[in-house]
């Protein structure tokens, strides 16, 4: 049953903000008194991931399932914590929880790629043989696209891997710019060819540039690329893949299209360091994709995530039969903050991804995998969050946590009315209505990452607003005078058709990756506490609004540390 006609568009704001108070008002209203990021001095190992994947050290920027194990292939700077001398660093793991880093796969040796070795993606062939396509900057500092193949493959793990000597098999051509023209694509098998497609611009213009190949050593560009959209600016690492129209399946890259199938096109733009995907049909015949224009094809369009979350990748994981995204969690301070810390970037929590119901956009949730880490429980249930209240939430070690709460809100007639110039302004929206600012249906969530009396905080929460003729959700992060943008988008639930929306956030120290309403909305972000640190860390859940809010059931778990590349 949908929304009764004059109930309004309800706008949920589900925000993550980080800050510090000055006071505490008995009403619990808070009051934000901020103050600078703690000096890189002040951050130490307590402030390292336990279960987010990292390498031992220094700085991090294509995932691949081979007979039986996962490869993670990354970006890494071998000599620090900033960008600079990249190779492809490689670890594996039977479980993508549990991880073992092995010699570098990739690094430059050959004069294609004698000045760095950067994004690429991996492909599996005929006759089950890997192999990795890359940008190598070569010495003219032109970007070209190399492949390398494992030396032996009867090496479980893939330790070695070498380059023909027929490198670069793909070079800029006329009319392609070549110092923007790198991260090909996973290549898909159609037409007795494969195609891939490699990410580039022309002035303003954003473009997949598609290649087609019978033997993938000689590649022919197409008279047309895969896609293109005007004033996106560079279109860093982009992702082509099917998904199912219906149910959670994954689909292999080179599955055919077909009325119960539809394609994903995802980049991530340079100009802005956010990502947006639109999703559309792909005519395998003239080599074509066309969005639905169900969402705007520019950087205002659907995201997978609305934080620190870039250079993200899909694969599709035979093992169980689903198509599986990871994206790097970049950093939010300065080159200084990084040297001083000794790291920079993690990988965010591998996700699930699937078509949603309506084929409006993507789901994301958590790999079932990260379950197998949680330990001591606790769970709160049907407990009233009256107007201006919050209760803390006791007996386990908040800061490295895995928390899923169902809000149940009534009382949306109190709800605050919705300008529709937010509508293409999220992040604003977030910056003005924050979680100590009294609303209306809102702001209620969680504080997490909290000292013991709130002074210091990161809140996650929702605020729900009231307009013309359906209900949607707002989802933002907000971090101020950490990271200067504020991180919004707009999440679609209808929230007076089940008067509930949940929540969950995995809280790992430094980082907290929030899904809102099922996973429809999703938002990380880098939080680096000067206080709320290991066991002076507190989670508290909080109301803020006018309307009634209860938590009808909350389960909160401590997680344990998988083997994290030895360190």
């Known amino acids: 049953m949908g929304p009764r006609r004059g109930a309004g568009w309800v706008l949920a704001l589900l925000a993550l903000a980080h800050w510090w108070a000055a006071a505490v008002e008995a009403s619990h209203a808070v009051y934000e008194s901020p103050r600078s990021a703690p000096p890189a001095a002040a951050i130490g190992s307590e402030l390292r991931t336990g279960y987010h994947f990292r390498p031992p050290r220094n700085w991090i920027n294509g995932p691949m399932y081979y007979n039986g194990v996962y490869h993670l292939f990354y970006q890494y700077n071998p000599n620090g914590s900033v960008w600079g001398n990249i190779i492809w660093a490689h670890s594996v793991s039977t479980d993508l929880i549990n991880w073992e880093a092995l010699e570098p796969a990739i690094y430059p040796t050959i004069p294609s790629d004698i000045n760095g070795c950067w994004s690429g993606s991996a492909t599996i062939l005929p006759g089950n043989r890997p192999v990795i396509m890359y940008t190598g900057i070569d010495p003219q500092n032109r970007q070209v696209q190399n492949v390398a193949y494992p030396k032996n493959l009867t090496d479980t793990y893939l330790r070695e891997w070498v380059k023909p000597d027929y490198n670069p098999v793909i070079a800029p051509g006329s009319g392609i710019n070549a110092s923007a ?37 000689r590649w022919v560009k197409a008279k047309h690329s895969l896609h293109a959209a005007r004033d996106t600016g560079m279109w860093e690492c982009p992702d082509f893949y099917p998904v199912a129209l219906r149910g959670q399946r994954g689909l292999d890259t080179s599955a055919a299209g077909g009325s119960d199938v539809k394609h994903i096109l995802k980049v991530s733009l340079d100009l802005t360091r956010y990502e947006y995907y639109t999703i559309g ?164 969530g969680l504080h997490v990452l909290a000292s013991v009396n709130m002074e210091e905080r990161t809140s996650v929460f929702f605020i729900i607003f009231q307009a013309q003729t359906k209900y949607k959700v707002l989802m933002s992060t907000l971090r101020p005078n950490i990271y200067k943008p504020t991180f919004a988008g707009f999440v679609d639930v209808d929230i007076p058709e089940s008067g509930k929306i949940s929540l969950r956030s995995l809280i790992d120290h430094s980082v907290v990756e929030s899904f809102g309403a099922g996973g429809t909305t999703c938002i990380t972000s880098r939080v680096y506490p000067s206080t709320a640190i290991g066991r002076n860390a507190h989670l508290f859940v909080f109301n803020n609004g006018l309307a009634n809010v209860k938590v009808s059931k909350l389960e909160a778990w401590e997680m344990k540390r998988p083997f994290m590349n030895g360190a």
């Open 281 to 444: 049909t792909y005519d395998h015949v003239k080599d074509k994709y066309v969005p639905d224009g169900t969402s705007p094809d520019d950087h205002t369009g659907l995201r997978y995530d609305y934080g620190n979350f870039y250079a993200s990748k899909t694969f599709f994981d035979p093992k169980k039969n689903r198509r599986i995204l990871w994206g790097w969690a970049n950093e939010s301070d300065t080159v200084d903050d990084d040297k001083a810390k000794g790291w920079a970037g993690i990988q965010a929590i591998p996700r699930t991804i699937w078509l949603s119901r309506n084929g409006r956009q993507l789901m994301q949730w958590p790999i079932e995998e990260l379950e197998s880490l949680r330990s001591k429980h606790i769970v709160v249930q049907n407990t009233q969050v009256p107007s201006g209240g919050f209760f803390e939430v006791q007996g386990i070690d908040s800061s490295q946590v895995d928390v899923e709460v169902t809000f149940e809100v009534t009382g949306l007639e109190k709800a605050e009315a919705f300008d529709p110039s937010w509508t293409t302004n999220a992040e604003a929206l977030c910056g003005q209505k924050r979680a100590n600012v009294r609303g209306g249906a809102g702001p209620f």
């Open 181 to 217: 023209f790198r991260d090909p694509t996973t290549a898909w098998r159609g037409g007795g060819h494969w195609k891939l497609v490699v990410g580039s611009k022309w002035n303003k213009k954003g473009e997949a540039i598609l290649y087609r190949s019978r033997d993938f050593v």
